[in-house]
Antibody, heavy 120, light 113 residues
């Protein structure tokens, strides 16, 4: 059974940093693209980063230069380092798998999410 | 970036009746190399993460009941629940994956009338 378990969410002040982790199990982690997707009450679902099997990374403009996605294929962990956090980064952050088959480009398994709150 | 616009924001449907949700993209999401539309639909029940229902605009993910169907082409797409069940109460999102960044619609909340 595919499982994705996020951790690391917290209440932080604007300008601070936070690192999210995601423990993956139930599939061959190293052979899948992985993503972080966040959800806010106001803006809905927003893709915030991706990392390919070769370690290539991708970000939208809203977080580029502030967020860094990484993976440890030996430990089956996905990470998101978030720097210079802003109030607008307040959201539930989901660890998400990108499938390899016909549905490549979608998001087929999601964790339960971890809440990040940025507030003074 | 491609903009995804869903309508309506919410709808209430009687049990057993049809529910129809619309999604419009600001440009075509047709992938010529695949001859498919890169459009997906997700269901998010209260307190749960989203669940992939449909990809390529009309292909159901494994295990998804056949009362869920997707249709459309170009820039206009529809998710139809043919006979609404109580367990279908949720927010439904469309998403394009033609290019980066993948963008989601704002969501449509489906409730029981």
């Amino acid at each position: 059974e595919v499982q994705l378990v996020e951790s690391g969410g917290d209440l932080v002040q604007p300008g601070e940093s936070l690192r999210l982790s995601c423990a993956a199990s139930g599939f061959t982690f190293s052979t899948y693209d992985m993503h972080w997707v966040r959800q806010t009450a106001g803006k809905g679902l927003e893709w915030v980063s991706a990392i390919g099997t070769a370690g290539d990374t991708h970000y939208p403009g809203s977080v580029k230069g502030r967020f860094t996605i990484s993976r440890d294929n030996d430990k089956n962990f996905l990470y998101l380092q978030m720097n210079s956090l802003r109030a607008g980064d307040t959201a539930v952050y989901y660890c998400v798998r990108g499938p390899r088959g016909d549905n490549y480009g979608t998001f087929d398994y999601w964790g339960q999410g971890t809440l990040v709150t940025v507030s003074s | 970036d491609i903009v995804m616009t869903q309508s309506p924001d919410s709808l209430a449907v009687s049990l057993g009746e049809r529910a129809t949700i619309n999604c419009k993209s600001s440009q075509s999401v047709f992938k010529s190399s695949k001859n498919k539309h890169n459009l997906a639909w997700y269901q998010q029940k209260p307190g749960q993460p989203p669940k992939l229902l449909i990809y390529w605009a009309s292909t159901r993910e494994s295990g998804v009941p056949d009362r869920f169907s997707g249709s459309g082409s170009g820039t206009d797409f529809t998710l139809t629940i043919s006979s609404l069940q109580a367990e279908d109460v949720a927010v439904y999102y469309c998403q394009h994956y033609l290019d980066s960044p993948p963008i989601f619609g704002e969501g449509t909340k489906v409730e029981i009338k």
